[in-house]
């Protein structure tokens, strides 16, 4: 493509370490329907003839073909796939397929193959997201009346409703998929028509190329335009944050069906075994889940230090985007379906889940008791405390304290204060919107299917 140039052959370990067409052949489809639009617009311009128009996109749709049946014939001198498709377009259509590229740089021709790519990457990983999501949804409608520890610290802190903790891990996932969308209107901005530095000189309307190839507008800086890689860090970094709220979601299930725990069962389409131990079960689908994580911020650490410090217009350096861009990407697509059927098929345990409960988890509830009658808060939480440690030290639940004992902290106790020994009035308690009472976690539950676009 490049050859007239020079008067000796590369280094065959210069062109290995040069070609990029191993990794990004993954771009076929864009790089095919890129040039589509391209030889549409430049007839559209006056620069081929209607015939040969038509004749380039025979071609294309023939190479195009190829690649679908995976019968491209690819060659060891292919440099990438740029260089590919238009050298079996060659082969196919003959000298025609020389004039696609007047007016086109591989610098906006890959800027613009890779954009579509990643509005195509960011469709399936929102779509992916949701799965884990409506599994989030359909459990917590089940989870019905179920309460569970709340923990703080990894130690227990107040009881809350099951439905109520699996939706904590809704809207992280929610807060992902609308940062995909705002991702995605600034990754559909069409470079093409910025040649390799200084723009086209046809009078192609790229306006129109923008609509033909679904982008939302095109580039205002044709320097600018085929050096931008901004939007594929935006977009590992949402695939990072998704990555860690899996991971998140991951932790809390590793342990929950551990034995230890026993508040849930894994289904063992999603569990593996040991080659030693037969006993075990191994949540490995979300052990694995939480790994990728470390995998994915490290897609969005390379593309950091590949642009930091880069001169201005393009530079070899950017071929170097691609691969952690197509890794993060199918990271995701693998994790995430994974992450959904593991929770989905998930068997939440009622019994254990009541042995989870402590009654020092209604410490605050009883503070509760002495404010509504007037108590400082901070003199009741003391107090409570106080109750704490005397329980603590005649090896009794606070709950097993005589009235007698409660009154000797203050006098403010009545008999009643044993009606805050409830986990179900405790959860009923907190009825503001966002907290875990049923009433609350039931308008929590419809907002998130709202989100869903389900009822």
């Known amino acids: 493509m490049w050859g007239g140039r020079f008067s000796e052959g590369i280094d065959a370990r210069m062109a290995e370490f040069n070609n990029s067409f191993p990794f990004d052949r993954t771009m076929w489809a864009e790089d095919i329907s890129g040039s589509m639009a391209w030889a549409r617009q430049i007839c559209a311009a006056g620069v081929i003839t209607a015939a040969e128009r038509d004749e380039l996109l025979r071609g294309l749709q023939a190479v195009y073909d190829e690649f679908a049946s995976g019968a491209f014939p690819a060659k060891t001198d292919d440099e990438d796939i740029h260089s590919a498709v238009e050298r079996r377009l060659g082969e196919i259509v003959g000298g025609v397929s020389g004039k696609l590229h007047t007016g086109r740089s591989r610098n906006d021709q890959v800027a613009t193959d890779i954009r579509l790519w990643t509005m195509g990457a960011i469709r399936r990983a929102d779509e992916a997201v949701r799965m884990v999501q409506q599994a989030i949804v359909d459990q917590a409608k089940a989870a019905g009346d179920l309460i569970i520890p709340g923990y703080t610290h990894v130690q227990r802190a107040q009881p809350i409703l099951l439905a109520h903790w699996?939706?904590?891990?809704?809207?992280?996932?929610?807060?992902?998929?609308?940062?995909?969308?705002?991702?995605?209107?600034?990754?559909?901005?069409?470079?093409?028509?910025?040649?390799?530095?200084?723009g086209t000189p046809l009078k192609v309307d790229r306006n129109a190329l923008a609509a033909d190839l679904g982008m939302l507008g095109i580039s205002a800086n044709s320097v600018d335009a085929i050096s931008d890689r901004d939007f594929i860090a935006e977009y590992l970094f949402c695939a990072s944050m998704i990555g860690i709220h899996i991971s998140r979601l991951s932790e809390d299930m590793v342990f929950y069906s551990s034995a230890e725990y026993g508040f849930v069962t894994l289904a063992d389409a999603y569990s593996t075994g040991s080659s030693l131990m037969p006993q075990k079960k191994n949540p490995d689908s979300f052990e694995l889940a939480r790994g990728k994580s470390g995998r994915l911020v490290g897609s969005l650490m390379t593309i950091l230090t590949v642009l930091k410090g880069l001169p201005s217009a393009y530079n070899k350096d950017l071929q170097e985007d691609k691969e952690p861009l197509f890794d993060a990407a199918r990271t995701l697509e693998l994790t995430l379906p994974v992450a959904a059927g593991a929770l989905a098929t998930a068997k939440f345990n009622q019994a254990a889940l009541q042995r989870g409960l402590d009654d020092a988890m209604l410490a605050t509830d009883v503070a509760d008791y002495l404010v509504d009658r007037g108590v400082p808060f901070r003199t009741a939480h003391k107090v409570v405390g106080q109750l704490v440690r005397m329980a603590e030290e005649r090896g009794v639940k606070m709950v097993q304290l005589p009235l007698e004992a409660f009154q000797s902290v203050d006098s403010t106790f009545k008999a009643d204060v044993m009606a805050c020994f409830s986990m179900a009035a405790s959860v009923a308690a907190r009825t503001v919107p966002g907290a875990t009472g049923p009433q609350a976690v039931a308008e929590q539950l419809t907002a998130a299917k709202a989100c869903l676009g389900v009822r």
């Open 166 to 198: 699996l939706l904590s891990h809704f809207w992280p996932l929610e807060r992902d998929r609308q940062r995909l969308a705002d991702c995605y209107a600034r990754v559909a901005i069409l470079p093409l028509g910025s040649g390799a530095i200084a």
